[in-house]
């Protein structure tokens, strides 16, 4: 039996277009023969016909695929503004209780993917329980409220949580869904659960290359997203 590679996406009923799209691109380039492609959905709002259309869609490209939905609680999180309308992608932190992959990558909903996810899969982790890429140090990000919390004298690379890979085992030894449950419950959080893991993973994330996330609101990103294979 082929092993799998597991995608997971956050959503709830104001994104359902963005999980079409996302998913749509994830599998339309999805080029490894070795690994089935594995989508899990975490909701607490998506219905049945929901799922029933996003399959639809999935299906019209005849790609094989997976996909599994989780019904998720977040009442812990509730209390937490939603950002662009929608608190879906806070379920990201959700998942590495509730399913039991050794490794899973998370995307955003308003991701476009442009390569065989597979690449980035397989990247080397070293040992810390994910990896994501930087879009600015903590100092000069737009999370003016953290960089202030941890003071001037406190800086390095500020993660964009947008596409995330995760090791399993390494993110529930260290606890980090706790943890950033926790920092969510009294720190400054002016970007919800990215700020979180801002705060709880710094100094102990992998750094990947800026290919596997572009930021299409940067003008000074956009001849590399239509020239270069990125997510």
Same mark, same amino acid.
């Given at each position: 039996?082929?092993?799998? +590679?597991? @995608?997971? /996406?956050?959503?709830?009923?104001?994104?359902?277009?963005?999980?079409?799209?996302?998913?749509?691109?994830?599998?339309?380039?999805?080029?490894?023969?070795?690994?089935?492609?594995?989508?899990?959905?975490?909701?607490?709002?998506?219905?049945?016909?929901?799922?029933?259309?996003?399959?639809?869609?999935?299906?019209?490209?005849?790609?094989?695929?997976?996909?599994?939905?989780?019904?998720?609680?977040?009442?812990? +999180?509730?209390?937490?503004? !939603?950002?662009?309308?929608?608190?879906? !992608?806070? /379920?990201?932190?959700? !998942?590495?209780?509730?399913?039991?992959?050794?490794?899973?990558?998370?995307?955003?909903?308003?991701?476009?993917?442009?390569?065989?996810?597979?690449?980035?899969?397989?990247?080397? +982790? =070293?040992?810390?329980?994910?990896?994501?890429?930087?879009? !600015?140090?903590? =100092?000069?990000?737009?999370?003016?409220?953290?960089?202030?919390?941890?003071?001037?004298? @406190?800086?390095?690379?500020?993660? &964009?949580?947008?596409?995330?890979?995760?090791?399993? &085992?390494?993110? =529930?030894?260290?606890?980090?869904?706790?943890?950033?449950?926790?920092?969510?419950?009294?720190?400054?959080?002016?970007?919800?659960?990215?700020?979180?893991?801002?705060?709880?993973?710094?100094?102990?994330?992998? =750094?990947?290359?800026?290919?596997?996330?572009?930021?299409?609101?940067?003008?000074?990103?956009?001849?590399?997203?239509?020239?270069?294979?990125?997510?």
């Amino acid at each position: 039996m082929k092993s799998g +590679l597991h @995608v997971i /996406f956050g959503a709830d009923q104001n994104v359902i277009a963005g999980l079409h799209v996302a998913a749509l691109s994830v599998l339309l380039n999805y080029t490894n023969k070795e690994r089935n492609l594995h989508f899990h959905v975490f909701t607490d709002t998506l219905t049945a016909e929901n799922l029933s259309v996003l399959r639809k869609t999935l299906d019209a490209t005849r790609h094989p695929y997976v996909l599994e939905t989780h019904r998720a609680d977040a009442a812990m +999180l509730r209390e937490y503004p !939603a950002l662009r309308d929608s608190g879906a !992608a806070v /379920f990201r932190l959700l !998942a590495p209780q509730a399913i039991t992959a050794e490794r899973f990558i998370y995307l955003d909903v308003d991701i476009v993917c442009y390569l065989s996810i597979h690449e980035l899969w397989e990247i080397d +982790l =070293q040992g810390c329980p994910a990896a994501f890429v930087s879009e !600015a140090t903590i =100092q000069s990000s737009a999370d003016s409220a953290l960089a202030s919390l941890l003071g001037k004298g @406190v800086d390095g690379p500020y993660l &964009n949580s947008g596409v995330m890979l995760v090791d399993r &085992n390494a993110w =529930q030894s260290q606890q980090v869904t706790e943890r950033c449950v926790e920092y969510l419950s009294h720190g400054p959080a002016m970007f919800r659960d990215q700020s979180a893991l801002n705060y709880v993973l710094r100094g102990s994330w992998h =750094q990947l290359e800026t290919r596997f996330n572009y930021i299409a609101n940067w003008r000074s990103n956009w001849p590399s997203m239509i020239t270069v294979d990125s997510l």
